[in-house]
């Protein structure tokens, strides 16, 4: 094999201008290292993820190759040496015209009140190629697929343009199958198996297909309506909690720079917005580290006696992503996953409980809602498991998103509000549980309190650097005053089953292991601003996180005070009785519940 | 989407494990598999699906892809009497179409269903040789030829 030192190159002319690439460059790549944008629609490649969709499907990026008899699809068409090509010749703009007409001859013309209106690829494309009348839409068959509503997901397949974004998503990225492509010609669909509805498929609610569809066809389970209803409702104390990627997104919905943090100015808008409590899941991201880290040192004491029975590799069981993955595909391994609840429930939990007595408000009384980066959340909230008498923890999750349309919709300049602070208890977090929006940032967290229970010793440094990063799976080993802790880290459910087959061969050399289901962590969640694309948001958030991080007084969970205050008060001890009734849960095998319905 | 619910008996799953294995339980061979298993069982139904997917460790929905993107595969058992018209060039323009049309009204089914009674199910081909017969039908393995819609009612009396 030769070196990479020996690139070959050749040389080719875009647009009458001059260009070197590396041999293997597509046309689009080489266009776009000139600052030439071809238009595509089908095509997504998330650089920094390694996550690339190019089924050379629709057709929109179609070039001049002078010698060649057909025009090529830009995003699939390799450079050759001394090609001559034009992105934008009469025929290529004609080519383009066409091909936009003929997707949108039977694509529903509702825009004024779809829910990706203003965030549509296809609408952005038509109003880019100047479409301004359709021909033949008069006669054109207009397809009637069933709508499919699941607890976080909406499934309008009329809007579907066949790009199989999704479908890569689901099955390359996550691994998880519960899309595919079927039938075919005009009938051709993305649907589970036996088209069924996502609800009786192996979907995790990861939300990942929602996050790259271009169109309406897949959009989340709007409850703003719902939101709205409880906080005018003058019976309810409505008690909101805001997880922490939304912090590092949310801006990004009002012109803000990707990365631009506005915790000051998310309390400010939800207190406009009316609610009684602005809370933050931080608070319970710190209980979550007090609980699970008490459990991990528990299970490795037990461990370093030789207990066969220890459960060692401990798994993070923050996502509830990732908690639907291993029900369904590793049912065999549930006791593996650590027994706390998300940060979210426990905030349901201790929201309906310690903090209702506290200000003496019924449970029935109170609702809890949740702002989260992710759309499993609003399937997690929906949990039996989750409920007391039918009253559940949590009552609604909404996305970013969704926050972003309830801020817009109650006439809030959001860039120029105060900036305000979390009301308390509930709303006081460490460093260490804002970095759980981030792939690695459970894991440090834990170590961050973990270290210092287990040897009693303070830290000398509370950055882990070999825990962070944007590679799909990642390992480290931290000493624990001579004992070696070795960690793995996966986010991304196709990469978190390479762990997983591990685990189930007894292969595993990992004593803890953090998984989170979207690509990056929470930043990057199926709830969070559409990326359209482009990975350089996702590392702009992941930054902002860690900046957060840095700038708070205490970076290490055990040392909230309303969490000290919370156990003297209330749960008595880390995985006390009490703390285990609210705050730990159990898993289920979903194997089964893939039902085959006529 | 139809299917019949079946439960699948251990001598079933046994047939197509030992259909997948012949073929190394590459996902590759997928069609090759549906093929083989589809020839024992006469069709693939939900349950055949899940299985092959299980044991070639894919998704059920890129099996159930595969299934519904050819249209020799099939989801429903074939009828004891199965008809056929032919669809052909030769035997469209002589109104092979009325016949289907004619088929489909008396039973009361579409074209790749079968009867509730599990007695006739109906399917088009594309030529089968005869073209000098056209229209032509088959049921079961015999012919038909120079059919008309008025002739539709007398062959499925032939079957009763």
């Given at each position: ?42 095509h997504m490649h998330l650089h920094d993820l390694n996550i690339e969709n190019k089924p050379g499907g629709c057709r ?539 | ?160």
């Open positions: 094999m030769r070196g990479r030192m020996t690139m070959e190159t050749l040389k080719l002319t875009i647009d009458n201008k001059q260009v070197e690439v590396e041999k293997g460059t597509t046309i689009l790549d080489a266009a776009r290292g000139l600052g030439i944008d071809i238009p595509t629609l089908c929109i990026c179609v070039v001049e190759v002078q010698g060649r008899k057909n025009l090529s699809p830009a995003c699939i068409t390799k450079c050759d040496e001394g090609a001559v090509i034009r992105t934008h010749s009469p025929r290529v703009m004609n080519a383009r015209r066409t091909v936009m007409e003929f997707i949108l001859s039977d694509h529903p013309k509702d825009c004024l009140i779809c829910p990706k209106s203003g965030h549509c690829d296809l609408q952005d494309m038509a109003n880019r190629l100047g479409i301004r009348e359709i021909p033949g839409q008069d006669i054109a068959e207009m397809s009637t697929y069933r709508k499919d509503t699941s607890p976080s997901i909406i499934r309008d397949l009329d809007k579907c343009i066949m790009c199989r974004r999704c479908e890569m998503m689901c099955n390359e990225v996550q691994t998880v199958g519960a899309l595919s492509g079927v039938n075919r010609g005009f009938m051709a669909v993305v649907a589970p198996a036996f088209e069924q509805n996502l609800e009786y498929s192996p979907c995790t609610y990861c939300g990942q297909c929602v996050a790259v569809c271009p169109t309406g066809a897949l959009t989340e389970v709007d409850h703003t309506r719902d939101v709205l209803r409880a906080i005018v409702d003058p019976s309810k104390t409505v008690v909101v909690q805001t997880a922490p990627a939304v912090r590092a997104a949310l801006g990004e919905e009002f012109g803000m720079k990707p990365g631009t943090l506005v915790t000051g100015k998310l309390v400010a808008a939800l207190k406009e917005l009316g609610f009684d409590y602005v809370f933050d899941t931080d608070f319970a991201a710190d209980l979550t580290i007090m609980e699970e880290g008490t459990e991990l040192l528990g299970r490795l004491g037990k461990y370093l006696k030789g207990d066969k029975d220890a459960n060692i590799p401990i798994l993070t069981s923050c996502c509830p992503g990732w908690v639907n993955f291993f029900e369904h595909n590793y049912p065999d391994l549930k006791d593996v996953p650590s027994t706390a609840k998300s940060p979210q429930q426990m905030f349901g939990a201790i929201a309906k409980s310690y903090f209702a007595e506290k200000i003496n408000v019924r449970r029935q009384d109170m609702v809890v809602v949740s702002i989260m980066p992710c759309l499993a959340k609003k399937y997690e909230s929906q949990r039996p498991e989750f409920s007391v008498d039918g009253n559940p923890d949590v009552d609604f999750s909404i996305s970013t998103r969704e926050l972003a349309h309830f801020i817009r919709q109650a006439n809030i300049d959001f860039n120029n509000l105060p900036e305000m602070d979390f009301d308390r208890p509930l709303g006081e977090s460490t460093g260490a549980a804002v970095i759980f929006g981030n792939t690695g940032g459970v894991i440090e967290a834990a170590v961050r309190t973990a270290y210092e229970l287990y040897t009693g010793k303070k830290l000398s440094r509370l950055d882990f650097d070999e825990l962070r990063g944007m590679e799909g799976v990642r390992q480290a080993t931290i000493d624990f005053d001579g004992f070696p802790l070795n960690i793995g880290i996966a986010h991304g459910l196709g990469n978190a089953r390479k762990l997983l087959d591990d685990v189930r061969a007894g292969r595993s050399k990992f004593h803890a292991i953090e998984i989170m289901a979207c690509p990056g962590g929470c930043i990057g969640g199926g709830g969070q601003p559409l990326h359209h694309g482009d990975s350089s948001i996702l590392k702009a958030r992941a930054m902002a996180i860690y900046e957060e991080d840095k700038n708070k007084p205490v970076r290490v969970s055990h040392e909230n005070q309303y969490i000290i205050q919370l156990y003297k008060e209330f749960l008595g001890e880390p995985n006390s009785e009490k703390a285990h009734h609210l705050l730990h849960t159990h898993y289920f095998d979903k194997k089964s519940k893939i039902i085959i319905k006529q | 989407m139809s299917s019949i619910k079946i439960e699948l008996r251990k001598e079933d799953v046994d047939k197509i494990n030992e259909i997948c294995d012949s073929f190394n339980n590459e996902p590759l061979e997928l069609i090759n598999i549906l093929h083989k298993t589809q020839e024992h069982f006469g069709y693939l139904p939900a349950e055949v699906q899940e299985a092959i997917a299980s044991r070639l460790n894919i998704s059920t929905a890129r099996v159930y892809g595969v299934v519904t993107f050819y249209s020799f595969f099939t989801m429903t058992p074939k009828g004891k009497h199965p008809i056929s018209i032919c669809m052909g060039t030769a035997c469209y323009v002589r109104g092979a179409e009325k016949v289907l049309d004619e088929f489909k009204k008396e039973l009361s089914i579409q074209v790749g269903q079968t009867t509730p009674d599990g007695k006739f199910s109906l399917s088009s081909l594309r030529c089968v040789g005869a073209c000098g017969l056209a229209p032509v039908v088959l049921v079961g393995e015999k012919t038909y030829g120079r059919v008309a819609p008025d002739d539709v009612q007398a062959i499925l009396k032939e079957y009763e």
